[in-house]
């Protein structure tokens, strides 16, 4: 109940391209998603987060769409860039006494051919 | 302002020995994290602090993992007996409050057992 699966784990995009990372959850606790983006050598940092009450949320290039009935959450990228090239990860949090809970996807290793 | 930062930023060590890691949040954030992250992996869940105290412990794999939080600040997480299944990046990520959704991430620790 505490997972969350991403797939794929790697990715090669065409630059122009559109990439697609998917997640899945089980536990309907979880009320916040975010995505985050890490490059080599850093830590991740927080790209664009969507909460279930609305479908998808769209900032510049960055897209995330929201199934809260499949329970599960995309980041689509539009007209990747080789700079887009990085390993993102999907998130799911919760609240809950003391704090927020968050669980981590596995990653996916995006690469933006130029 | 400076983000989170992370000392050493490599560290190498023979099987057996202690290593401690230590992690300097953003000024003013209540909520420290501590991950680890394996090569290829996601990012697994280790402890949460909330001022001092550490709510949620969860994550540490064994007794060989401490963490402890000073003055609502500076964390210093401690592998006693270090074993080759240690060696990965351990990451330290702060936010604002306890409920807040971002966490800053530092840039890690690489930490690797001979």
């Known amino acids: 109940q505490q997972q969350v699966k991403q797939s794929p784990q790697s990715l090669i995009v065409q630059k122009g391209g559109i990439s697609i990372i998917n997640c899945a959850y089980e536990?309907?606790?979880?009320?916040?998603f975010p995505w985050y983006q890490q490059f080599p050598g850093k830590g991740p940092a927080l790209l664009i987060a969507i909460r279930p009450d609305v479908s998808e949320k769209k900032e510049g290039r960055f897209t995330i769409s929201f199934n809260k009935s499949a329970k599960q959450f995309s980041l689509h990228i539009m007209d990747s860039q080789p700079g887009d090239s990085a390993t993102y990860f999907c998130?799911?949090?919760?609240?809950?006494?003391?704090?927020?809970?968050?669980?981590f996807g596995a990653g996916t290793r995006l690469f933006v051919k130029a | 302002g400076a983000g989170v930062s992370q000392s050493p930023s490599n560290k190498v060590t023979e099987k057996g020995k202690d290593v401690e890691l230590r992690c300097d949040p953003i000024?003013?954030?209540?909520?420290l994290y501590w991950y680890r992250q394996s090569l290829g992996q996601g990012l697994e869940f280790l402890i949460y602090?909330?001022?001092?105290?550490?709510?949620?412990k969860s994550g540490l794999p064994s007794d060989r993992f401490s963490a402890e939080r000073t003055g609502g600040s500076v964390s210093t997480l401690t592998i006693q007996r270090t074993q080759q299944e240690d060696s990965a990046v351990y990451l330290c990520a702060s936010s604002l409050y306890p409920l807040a959704d971002t966490q800053y991430f530092g840039p890690g620790t690489r930490l690797t057992v001979l």
């Open positions: 000024s003013g954030h209540t909520a």
């Open positions: 536990n309907t606790a979880f009320d916040y």
């Open positions: 998130a799911a949090s919760r609240s809950e006494a003391g704090g927020f809970k968050t669980i």
């Open positions: 602090f909330q001022g001092n105290s550490a709510p949620d």
